[in-house]
């Protein structure tokens, strides 16, 4: 039988110590996430519904997203023990400099209206953390400012060729000056893609007060007050608004893009140049003999064609390709440190998140981008030691494999 007693009091102090109180309320929203999915969570509670759709959503019935998600999730590892993995190295080179862990902070549209601290938040985290941040033609802050909020800070500038050239090399010219490395032409929008949560919501750029959106901001003060505080939300490169976002590219952005721009650019950037958008080994070979430093597999996060290429399932013929010619990047679908492994061990130079940093500006600004960070920091972490391998450049495809 069961002896029962009553507990001395010395027994009971310790379990009934308070967790200490932290005041300030964004820490302690942000405690609670242990995950990027946490995050999400937050996020989903922070922000008016369209603002949040933007982020999350894809084009379609989005199912490239869900496609690339899926494909993470049939990652499994082959793990080895008896391996002193009791200290881990994350860094790896990346498109020639050392960067503190395997992935980058990808290039994303209108931050600003994600969280007013945007683009300035995101690049001194990426500052802090060691790892490189591209800024999109599509953001809220200008080439020049992101670069004075984080000077030591490795930059990275996405673009869009227009109709009219000219403001292109205009932004071209000025990420030079400003000291970007690293230039990203994103080559798979010819037309926008459908959406829909977009069209739904009503969401126009800028934000525009419909009795939705009123209605809905009612119930997210602390946001709207922040858009009307704060400075315009705008494109920092763009002068083009009005209409959905999927207007906007329709009505500025080129269709005709060519090889003929590629090597153009090739001609007149003097750092790296990387090609985004690239769904095929066809297409990998072409622009990687135009002279590209890097290839990123990338269906736009789902945003653009759907049912397009998984681009994790395209990493390693596309790395037989192209051999040591030029590095292959990944994004679309990340959202776990152990996402960044498998790609990496499959054959990826590196990857680049979007969403996954999102969710953490949009749930506490640049607190948030940092957890997020940390959070996939220490994923990576944890998954390296559990499959027995204390560096990332030691990652080989015999570490991963795709479940059917």
Do not use: C
């Amino acid at each position: 039988m069961v002896q029962r007693r009553f507990p001395r009091p010395s027994e009971l102090r310790p379990l009934l110590r308070p967790a200490p109180f932290v005041r300030n309320a964004t820490e302690r929203r942000l405690a609670r996430a242990a995950s990027i999915g946490d995050l999400r969570t937050i996020a989903r509670r922070r922000t008016p519904r369209a603002v949040f759709d933007y982020t999350d959503g894809a084009a379609d019935a989005e199912l490239s997203l869900r496609r690339a998600q899926g494909a993470f999730a049939r990652v499994e590892f082959s793990p080895t023990v008896l391996r002193d993995v009791s200290s881990v190295d994350t860094s790896r080179d990346i498109l020639g400099s050392r960067s503190a862990l395997p992935f980058a902070l990808a290039p994303t549209g209108f931050t600003r209206m994600m969280h007013q601290e945007g683009e300035r938040a995101v690049v001194s985290v990426a500052a802090q953390a060691g790892i490189p941040y591209a800024l999109s033609t599509m953001g809220t802050t200008t080439i020049e400012d992101v670069a004075a909020a984080a000077p030591s800070a490795r930059r990275w500038f996405q673009l869009y060729l227009w109709r009219d050239r000219a403001p292109a090399k205009d932004l071209v010219q000025r990420a030079s000056d400003a000291g970007y490395d690293t230039l990203i032409l994103t080559v798979d929008t010819p037309v926008g893609g459908a959406r829909l949560r977009d069209v739904h919501n009503g969401l126009t750029i800028p934000p525009a007060l419909s009795l939705r959106t009123f209605l809905d901001g009612a119930m997210h003060p602390n946001w709207w007050f922040d858009l009307l505080t704060t400075e315009p939300l705008t494109f920092a490169s763009l002068q083009s608004t009005g209409g959905t976002v999927s207007d906007m590219i329709n009505r500025v952005f080129d269709p005709a893009l060519t090889m003929a721009d590629v090597d153009w650019l090739r001609g007149t950037w003097p750092g790296k140049l990387v090609i985004k958008g690239i769904q095929s080994v066809e297409d990998a070979r072409r622009v990687v003999a135009a002279g590209a430093d890097a290839v990123l597999l990338s269906n736009h996060g789902g945003r653009q064609l759907d049912r397009a290429p998984v681009p994790l399932e395209l990493v390693e013929p596309v790395v037989q390709e192209v051999g040591d010619r030029a590095e292959v990047l990944i994004d679309t679908g990340i959202t776990h440190g152990a996402d960044i492994v498998a790609a990496v061990a499959r054959g990826a130079r590196a990857a680049l998140v979007g969403r996954a940093y999102l969710y953490g500006l949009m749930a506490g600004g640049r607190r948030g981008v940092q957890k997020s960070v940390d959070i996939l920091s220490a994923e990576i972490v944890r998954t390296l030691q559990l499959i027995g391998v204390d560096s990332v450049d030691d990652l080989r495809p015999s570490h991963v494999r795709l479940r059917p």
